[in-house]
């Protein structure tokens, strides 16, 4: 997952699979969800919720293969595009020790003023700290 420049770890909980016996396909958004909120806390951790905020506006969720109960997946995170309002990620879903993924997924985000609830530009600083984060993660795989 050379291009991915984070990942989340995390086990599938008895809680989230259906009578399939599977992880019920509504959770692997929250997996996504976890993760990207771990993405935004290591990035900037002082200003989620005070200074910067985002909602999801759409989300495309291509299943490949299903997870199982106790099956430790890790959720790979990048930052594929910021615009003037809205950020694009794209996640690959992988179970441990494997590479060939469970889910795929691109998902838009929209920023929002924290105190007003109301769409409003990416702020510069988060743009930076998101492009710095990923510019070092890319030098250090080269």
């Known amino acids: 997952m050379e291009d991915y420049r984070f990942s989340h770890r995390l086990k599938v909980r008895y809680s989230e699979i259906d009578g399939q ?7 692997y958004l929250t997996y996504i969800d976890v993760a990207v909120s771990e993405y935004f806390e290591q ?3 002082h200003e989620m919720g005070t200074e910067f905020d985002f909602v999801l ?12 109960l106790n099956d430790w997946l890790t959720i790979w ?16 879903m992988t179970r441990e020790d494997e590479e060939d993924p469970i889910l795929l997924a691109e998902i838009i985000y929209v920023s929002v003023d924290p105190q007003k609830h109301l769409p409003c530009p ?18 250090k795989i080269d």
Not at 57 to 68: D, G, M, Q, T
Not at 79 to 92: A, D, H, L, N, V
Not at 122 to 139: A, D, G, M, S
Request: glycine fraction near 2%; charged fraction near 30%; include cysteine.
């Open 57 to 68: 506006a759409k989300s495309i969720l291509e299943y490949k293969r299903s997870a199982y």
């Open 43 to 45: 990035i900037l951790p």
């Open 77 to 92: 995170c990048r930052m594929e595009r910021i615009g003037t309002k809205s950020m694009t990620m794209k996640f690959i």
């Open 21 to 27: 016996k599977i992880v019920f396909n509504a959770h």
């Open 122 to 139: 990416v702020p510069n600083f988060v743009r930076e700290k998101i492009e710095q984060f990923e510019l070092e993660h890319i030098q």
